[in-house]
């Protein structure tokens, strides 16, 4: 490599890093590495261990949900998850529908939730199963999905169809 081409080099070098530094901030790499920390940090916090050594789920986050109407028609449906899928892959109601839905956990660390009608259970471990009342106040196609970890995107998501 002759003199030019490496001074060439090294001023390519020079100019990237500081146009990084630049673009990232005076604090550039420590900013990088607190927000790593903080999503480390974020993920870690959902599983708070217990005196048995098992996992224990943090609470969900409140929602708003509208009142149920009393007089309202009851559709109860079992939803049953195991590791990266549903039993349920879809669930149907009316609009104005009391829907309750058990989730049951066959195995693993699971939630259900649908985000857009503010239901969620808390995450549970394998054995356990939880109960969630909500009112079918929108018409539309709603998704419901575990929010652990990647099992969203490994399959595990049904549809919950307000007609």
Partial sequence: MSKKALWIFLLAVVVVISGWYFVAGKNGINSLDQNKASADQAAASAYLPDNTNQLTPTQPTPVTQPVI???????????????????????????????????????????????????????????????????????????????????????????????
């Fill in 69 to 163: 109407n009393p007089a309202a028609p009851l559709k109860e449906f079992t939803v049953t998850g195991s590791n990266y899928s549903y039993d349920l892959k879809q669930i149907k109601v009316k609009l104005g529908d009391h829907v309750r839905v058990t989730f049951k956990n066959a195995d693993g660390f699971h939630d259900w939730r649908i985000d857009e009608l503010g239901v969620a259970t808390n995450k549970i471990q394998g054995g356990q199963q939880q109960t969630v009342d909500f009112m079918a106040s929108q018409k539309g196609t709603f998704q419901y999905y575990c929010s652990v970890g990647q099992h969203r995107a490994n399959g595990m998501w049904g549809n919950l169809i307000v007609e």
